[in-house]
Structures are given as structure tokens and as C-alpha cells.
């Protein structure tokens, strides 16, 4: 045993682990900081059957410093938790709940005072200044573990684990921390030999307390009531008993590494996890306070969604920074953002009256697409991905705000995009959501929903180019970008010119997405619905371009001549498309499924093509005219 490497066997498979490591690694990090005078170079990495616990400093036995001011987690000292200690003749020091809950709300009616803009995640996440002017202390992201503690009814079996370590003396503390190194010495971890040598201890030491304590379901999503057996064998099953101190260091974990949240509109909950796979523990700390920070209660699939988006933009967002800090720093290479971590362990609770009972376990990935930034440049461009993205997923809602069928659908699309490292399931939602964004806006046009953008798409398909190879050879064919172009031209666009300025030029065509999905199943049912509106789309083009021809000739006073860029930029009129178009989306039909070319056909031709800084920022925002010129103009 060196002291610098310790390991925690992965036993339940599941957050409870995760708990454990994250709460000896801090454990050893404020160890290091009083006897080495810094927490840096303490790494936790995912070694498959165990975790594994990397210091940059020794941290031994025989040479532990003084443990009196090292506390393992505060108890929960909330008005009714010290009158009940005080009833026994004893005081409660440690996370003033009810203080921090005044403060929250106060925070909360300082924010309705702002401008709606500013009282969204985003603007915490960008620090906005007017935001960081009106908080003027730093927001305490702890206190969503001790309402969580609160909610679930076990304050005072938390308390009873919190104040156990209080009580003890700092020799006592010296003796509980060497069988805690000694148990995590190897990577199998002999909790038997560690339960009987705390029992000689306590017997030695005149300690009070069981060895074994319920296992709470806060922190075991597993272990609790009639969960804890493969097959009931009665009516009653108990709780499932657990060594204390591997209960308390769970409990330092779930402060760090974890986010609960209640689900909007509802007391069920939902806690997030994440699961490193390599990563520094001032890293996760620092990231997982600022996670906990913007991300804020919503309906239960957008939950996992954000999570996920939210991580990896905190993350973008630390990379960003640390260049910015240093343009010397030099990267590891390209890598996904899964090599630093797995993603999120979610256990979802619903409420049950008296208590809470965990329903689901589930892991959320992280953007497997995203590659960690190699520099400053590729930092700004993910961020930029990524806020596309929160934005498209935080607006997908009807005109009541609320989530029915269709909305769930396109949700549980882009889950599936990014629980797989496949782009398929994007390219279904892409093409879903534009008729559903053009539905939205015919029920509602003051309503502005944000559409994709062509550039994002691009953005994604070359974070692997070798492994989109094929649908980068769709995409970037000329034939397909003019169909593209043309199914733009006669779905967002003349809607939104029809919305300003009440521009009837050219039909909308509400049903052409949905259709050629449709009929993309059959390769020849595809090429002739696409053929027809085609036909119909150069027929329309034609009639507007002569009435403009005539109309400018009748102007000028002259014979009527061809029309020019400038004649169609200043008309908005649209181009038509050519034979060579059509045949070349035949000559991918035959190469790809026609599923393939028709999804990716109608994701492209609904989105938008201009440039991503000129789309609005703020749901309710509109678009000005010249940002709406560069929609149009740009299709070509």
C-alpha cells in the first residue's frame, strides 16, 4: 500500500458505487489539502469491476495529520431537527436548511424584478451581468440535496450518520480513517474484515452505535423496501442493513457528485448522477456546482435531455477557459467527451404519499458527437452546437406550454440520438421537427420556435467524418442541396414572409415534410411524390418570374428581358430547380435507402440556412427584415 492509490469495487452496479468513490475521493482530497496544503491531483477513473483513486501526495496511516476539522457531510440542521435534538439536552450544528431556504426565496423574488431574458438557465450560464450584479453572494447548490433529504423523510436518519462522525474525538477520527484506508487498499474490498475490525474498535473505544445502518434509497436506488431480493419469500421485507461509515461516505458523495431535482408540476423526483470514467476531482466538483446551478426543474424527458446538454456545455465551457488562461496549454488529442465520462445514473422516485418509491434506473449518455476542444476556436464552435440544441429542445412545446403526443415524440427521438452514438435517430427528429415547427407557427404566429440550422448539422456531421462518411456524400452532393434549397423555399420561407409581411407569392406547402417521409419507405413511391413537387414547384416559379419579367418591363419601358440576381434578391423570388438535380437524387437513391436520402432531404430543407448568430435568441423573439433577407438569399 503506497497511500496513493485506493479502489472501490463496484458491488450494486449501480449510482450507489459511483456514491462511494466520489465520497472517499473528496474524503482524501480534504486529507491532502490539510497535510499537503492542496487538492489537486486527485484523479477518480472508471477501471470496469472497481473505480480507482489516484492522489498526487501520499496519504498513510502512520503519518495522518490532526482530523478535528474534518467534517464528512453537515447534518441537516432545520428548525424541527434541533427542536428534536434539543428535547435530549444537546445541540444541532451544521446546514442551516431553513436559513438557506429564506435566502432562495429572496433570490427568487430579486429574479421576477428582471427582464424574462434574464431569468432563464442560460443567463446563469453565460453570467450574465446585470444577473451576477443582482446576486451578490454566490448560490449555495447544496441546498437542492438537503430539500431532497427533507422531501424523502430521513433527516434524522441522516443526521443520526452526520453527527456520529461529530461526536467523534480526533483520534477517533485518526482510527476510523485508517480502516477506511486499509479497506480500499485493494481492489477487493473486504467489507466483513472491515465491519468486524470497526466492532473491536468500538468495543476498545467505548463507541455507541450499530455497525449496520439502513441503507437509504436517496443514496441506494436499489435497496429499498421489498427491492432488495431477487424473489419475495413474505408479505414483509425489511430494509437492507449497510456498514455506516461506507453510509456516511455515500452521503459526502451524493453533496458532490449528484443533482436531485423534483419533476415540474409534480412531486415526483428525479436524481442525476454522473458517472466519470476518467476525470480530476476538482474537475467534477467544480463542474457538477455549476450543473447544479442551470439545471432547473422541467418535465421529465427534458430533464434527461438537458442534463446531458447542460453537462457537456459547462464542460465546453471549462476547456474554454482554461485556454483562454493559457493559449500555451496543450491538448490531449482529439477525444470524445465520453472518454472523460460515461454520462448521467438517473433514478427516478415517484411519490407515494407517506414516501418515495424509486420506479426506474436508467443511464443518460453524453453527446458522444462532441469532441472535447483542442483549442479556443473549437471550444466557441461547440458551444455554439451545443446552445442550438438547448434552445431547439427547450421550445418544443405546444401554445399551452405543455408536452402532448407529438411533442413526446420528437423528445423521445433525440433521447434516442443521444443514448447511441448514431446519428440516424437526429436525422428522424430533424425531419420531424420542421413540420412540426411550421404546424406550430399556423396556430400561432407570434409564436417563434426556433428551427435547426443547416451550419449545426454540418457542425455535427463532422465531428466523425470517416463514420458519416456516407451521409456526408448525400449531403454535400449539389443536386440534393438545390432540392433541399427548393423544399426550403416552399415551406419555412413563405411562411415567415407570409407572417411579416403578409407575402402570398408562392404557396406553403404544410404537407411536403411529412409526405415525403411517407413515401420514402418505397424507393419508387419517393422519386414520383418528390417528381411532383418538383413539377408543381418549377410550374409556380415559372408564373412569378414572367409576372416579374412583365412587370419590370412595363417599369423600365422597354422589351421584357431576363431577370437578374438583383431583380430576384429584390422580389424575394426563389430559383428552379434543374433535370441534373433530380438525377442526382436518383443516383443516391440507388446508392443509399431511400429512407436515408428522404429523411436527411427533408431534415436539410427544413432548416435554417443563414448564419447561426443571426437566429433569434429568445423564444417570442422575431426575426427583422434583413435577417430574413439573408434566410432567403442564401439558399443558393
Aim: neutral net charge; glycine residues 6%.
Amino acid at each position: 500500500m503506497d497511500g496513493k492509490h485506493f479502489f472501490v469495487e463496484k458491488v450494486s452496479d449501480t449510482s450507489a458505487d459511483i456514491l462511494l468513490a466520489e465520497g472517499l475521493a473528496s474524503l482524501l482530497g480534504d486529507i491532502q489539502l490539510i497535510q499537503y496544503k492542496t487538492q489537486e491531483g486527485i484523479e477518480l477513473r472508471d477501471a470496469g469491476p472497481y473505480f480507482e483513486i489516484t492522489l498526487l501526495h501520499s496519504v498513510e496511516a502512520s503519518r495522518l495529520p490532526s482530523m478535528s476539522s474534518v467534517s464528512v457531510v453537515l447534518p441537516h440542521a432545520s428548525e424541527k431537527q434541533r427542536d428534536k435534538v434539543k428535547k435530549g439536552g444537546k445541540t444541532l450544528d451544521g446546514f442551516d436548511y431553513d436559513g438557506e431556504m429564506s435566502r432562495s426565496k429572496s433570490r427568487r423574488e430579486q429574479l421576477s424584478k428582471l427582464a424574462p431574458g434574464l431569468r432563464t438557465p442560460d443567463a446563469w450560464l453565460k453570467k450574465a451581468p446585470e444577473l451576477m450584479e443582482m446576486i451578490s453572494e454566490e448560490i449555495d447548490t447544496r441546498l437542492a440535496h438537503y430539500h431532497a433529504i427533507s422531501s424523502m423523510k430521513i433527516a434524522s436518519s441522516f443526521n443520526e450518520l452526520a453527527v456520529r462522525w461529530s461526536e467523534l474525538t480526533d483520534g477517533q477520527r485518526q482510527l476510523h480513517v485508517d480502516l477506511l484506508l486499509k479497506l480500499f487498499a485493494q481492489p477487493e474490498n473486504d467489507v466483513a474484515a472491515a465491519i468486524a475490525a470497526w466492532q473491536k474498535m468500538a468495543k476498545e473505544q467505548g463507541l455507541a452505535g450499530k455497525v449496520l445502518v439502513t441503507a437509504l434509497q436517496i443514496v441506494n436506488p436499489t435497496t429499498g423496501k421489498g427491492a432488495n431480493r431477487a424473489k419475495a419469500s413474505e408479505l414483509t421485507i425489511g430494509n437492507q442493513g449497510s456498514f455506516w461509515l461506507l453510509e456516511l461516505l455515500k452521503f459526502r458523495g451524493f453533496m458532490e457528485v449528484a443533482a436531485p431535482l423534483v419533476i415540474k408540476e409534480s412531486k415526483d423526483r428525479k436524481t442525476y448522477v454522473l458517472s466519470p470514467k476518467h476525470m480530476r476531482l476538482e474537475t467534477i466538483q467544480a463542474v457538477m456546482r455549476e450543473f447544479r446551478a442551470v439545471l432547473w426543474p422541467t418535465t421529465a424527458i427534458k430533464l434527461d435531455i438537458l442534463a446531458s446538454l447542460r453537462f457537456a456545455q459547462i464542460l465546453v465551457g471549462h476547456y474554454k477557459n482554461l485556454y483562454q488562461s493559457s493559449s500555451l496549454r496543450k491538448s490531449r488529442g482529439k477525444e470524445s467527451i465520453k472518454s472523460i465520462a460515461h454520462g448521467f445514473e438517473v433514478t427516478s422516485y415517484k411519490d407515494m404519499g407517506s414516501a418515495y418509491a424509486a420506479m426506474n434506473i436508467a443511464l443518460i449518455n453524453l453527446p458522444a458527437w462532441l469532441s472535447l476542444p483542442e483549442n479556443q476556436e473549437q471550444a466557441k464552435v461547440s458551444g455554439e452546437l451545443l446552445d442550438e440544441h438547448v434552445q431547439v429542445i427547450q421550445y418544443i412545446r405546444n401554445s399551452k406550454g405543455e408536452e402532448g403526443a407529438e411533442e413526446y415524440e420528437l423528445l423521445r427521438l433525440y433521447r434516442d440520438f443521444l443514448s447511441g452514438n448514431d446519428l440516424r435517430p437526429f436525422w428522424k427528429f430533424a425531419a420531424m421537427y420542421g413540420s412540426y415547427l411550421m404546424s406550430q407557427r399556423a396556430k400561432n404566429s407570434s409564436r417563434y420556435i426556433r428551427p435547426l440550422s443547416f451550419k449545426g448539422m454540418e457542425k455535427l456531421l463532422m465531428s466523425d467524418p470517416v463514420t458519416n462518411r456516407d451521409t456526408l456524400e448525400i449531403v454535400n452532393n449539389k443536386g440534393f442541396q438545390h432540392i433541399a434549397d427548393a423544399i426550403r423555399c416552399a415551406t419555412i420561407i413563405p411562411q415567415n414572409r407570409r407572417i411579416l409581411y403578409d407575402d402570398r407569392t408562392y404557396e406553403i406547402r404544410y404537407d411536403l415534410g411529412p409526405e415525403l417521409i411517407r413515401k420514402a419507405r418505397h424507393k419508387d413511391e419517393f422519386l414520383i411524390a418528390l417528381s411532383e413537387f418538383l413539377f408543381k414547384y418549377n410550374a409556380e416559379t415559372v408564373q412569378e418570374d414572367e409576372k416579374a419579367i412583365k412587370d419590370i418591363a412595363k417599369k423600365e419601358g422597354h422589351k421584357p428581358r431576363p431577370l437578374t440576381s438583383q431583380d430576384r434578391k429584390e422580389r424575394h423570388l426563389r430559383y428552379m430547380t434543374g433535370e441534373d438535380d433530380l438525377k442526382a437524387i436518383v443516383d443516391l437513391v440507388d446508392n443509399h435507402a431511400p429512407e436515408v436520402v428522404g429523411t436527411l432531404l427533408v431534415a436539410c430543407g427544413y432548416s435554417f440556412k443563414g448564419a447561426a448568430n443571426k437566429m433569434p435568441k429568445q423564444e417570442g423573439d422575431t426575426m427583422t427584415p434583413e435577417e430574413e433577407e439573408e434566410l432567403e438569399n442564401d439558399t443558393r
